[in-house]
């Protein structure tokens, strides 16, 4: 199983990016995806979920308004698009799996993704 994350960037405040968690081995149809974040001397913290069987969203404060999870069924892949960009966004994303009938332990992790966003 491998989830595979790309789309990080440089980008100034202000501006958008898109993620992208490409999902390959296995079927998912009953996990939760997840985009977490790390920023630098800070712990990692979730930033967005969904469900791949339902579609339901979470988001974290400050991500809501600003950042939208998405997935593509056909291709496993799961998005966040992140809009209006802050340098507090700056961070490594990582995309994440769990079972859905769990509400925490993620079984599968990819790779990271960094997001620099400039002032």
């Known amino acids: 199983v491998q989830l595979q994350a790309s789309g990080g960037g440089l980008v100034q405040a202000g501006g958008s990016l898109r993620l992208s968690c490409a999902v390959s081995?296995?079927?998912?149809?009953?996990?939760?995806m997840g985009w977490f974040r790390q920023a630098p001397g800070k712990e990692r913290e979730l930033a967005a979920t969904i469900s791949l069987r339902g579609g339901r969203t979470y988001y974290i404060d400050a991500a809501k308004g600003r950042f939208t999870i998405s997935k593509d069924s056909a291709k496993n892949t799961v998005f966040l698009q992140m809009n209006s960009l802050k340098p507090e966004d700056t961070a490594v994303y990582y995309c994440a799996a769990r079972p859905e009938y769990r509400s925490s332990g993620w079984d599968y992790w990819g790779q990271g993704t960094l997001v620099t966003v400039s002032s």
């Open positions: 081995g296995r079927t998912f149809d009953r996990y939760v």
